[in-house]
C-alpha cells in the first residue's frame, strides 16, 4: 500500500545545519504532503504541495515538487535538536476516498 | 477545537480479551481512518470511514471491528488479538474524504500478551 519512497532513510546531522530529505513515487499524483512524526507519536501534518506547483515554503521549511521526475524534497533549514524526529512523504493519486500513499520515511537525528 | 483525540494512550491486553480504542475529533470532518504502525515502519491504513460509513476495509482480519456512531466518534474493537497485533494505533480526521490533509490523533500504543 505504500507508494512513496524516501531517502536517506536515515539522516544525522548537527543544529544549525541544513537537513534535505527526499521522496520518490510511482504514479501521477493530486498533491504530496510531509508529515513529522515524534518518536511513538502521532503524525503532524507539515506543507502540503499541489501537481501545479513547483515551490512552496512554510517558516524553515521548503518543499520542491518535480512532477516530471516524480521526485519531491523537504529541505529544513537551520535545524534544531527539536526537529529531531521521523519525516514522512504522502500521496494523494486522486482516490475517491481521500486515502494517502506514506513512503517509509526518513529519521532526522539533530545533534546539539 | 483542532484535534484529534485518542483513548487509552496505552492498551495492555492479553489474546483472549476483547477491548475497544477510541477516537474523537469535534472539527466537522467527515472523513476518519484507523492505520497501524508498526516500529520504524510507516502507517498503513485498515480502514476509512466516508459520511460514517465504511468506505475502505483493507481486508484487515475479522478480529478488529471498526464502528462510527456519529460523524464525531470512531471506535475500534479488538477480540482475539494475536501478539503480532502490538502496534501503535493512530486514528486520524479529514474535512472530506478527498486527499486533503489528515489530522492525526497521538496514537494508543497496544501491546498484546
Known amino acids: 500500500s505504500q507508494q512513496g519512497e524516501e531517502d536517506p532513510q536515515a539522516l544525522s546531522i548537527q543544529e544549525g545545519e541544513n537537513a534535505t530529505m527526499n521522496c520518490s513515487y510511482k504514479t501521477s499524483i493530486n498533491n504530496l504532503q510531509w508529515y513529522r512524526q515524534n518518536s511513538g507519536r502521532g503524525l503532524v501534518h507539515l506543507i502540503l504541495?499541489?501537481?501545479?506547483?513547483r515551490e512552496k515554503h512554510s517558516g524553515r521549511l521548503r518543499v520542491t515538487l518535480d512532477t516530471s521526475k516524480k521526485s519531491s524534497s523537504l529541505l529544513i533549514t537551520a535545524s534544531r535538536a527539536a526537529d529531531t524526529a521521523s519525516y514522512f512523504c504522502?500521496?494523494?493519486?486522486?482516490?475517491?476516498?481521500?486515502?494517502?500513499?506514506f513512503g517509509r520515511g526518513t529519521q532526522l537525528t539533530v545533534w546539539p | 477545537d483542532t484535534e484529534v483525540t485518542q483513548t487509552p494512550k496505552h492498551l495492555v491486553m492479553g489474546m483472549t480479551n476483547k477491548k475497544s480504542l477510541k477516537c474523537e475529533q469535534h472539527?466537522?470532518?467527515?472523513?476518519m481512518y484507523w492505520y497501524k504502525q508498526k516500529a520504524k515502519k510507516p502507517p498503513e491504513l485498515m480502514f476509512v470511514?466516508?459520511?460514517?460509513?465504511?468506505?475502505i476495509n483493507e481486508s484487515v482480519p475479522s478480529r478488529f471491528s471498526p464502528e462510527c456512531p456519529n460523524s464525531s466518534l470512531l471506535n475500534l474493537h479488538l477480540h482475539a488479538l494475536q501478539p503480532e497485533d502490538s502496534a501503535l494505533y493512530l486514528c486520524?480526521?479529514?474535512?472530506?474524504?478527498?486527499?486533503?490533509?489528515?489530522?492525526f490523533g497521538p496514537g494508543t500504543r497496544l501491546l498484546v500478551l
Open positions: 472539527m466537522g470532518h467527515r472523513a
Open positions: 470511514y466516508s459520511y460514517e460509513k465504511l468506505s
Open positions: 504522502a500521496t494523494d493519486r486522486g482516490s475517491t476516498l481521500g486515502r494517502l500513499y
Open positions: 504541495i499541489r501537481s501545479n506547483e
Open positions: 486520524a480526521s479529514s474535512p472530506f474524504s478527498s486527499g486533503e490533509t489528515q489530522y
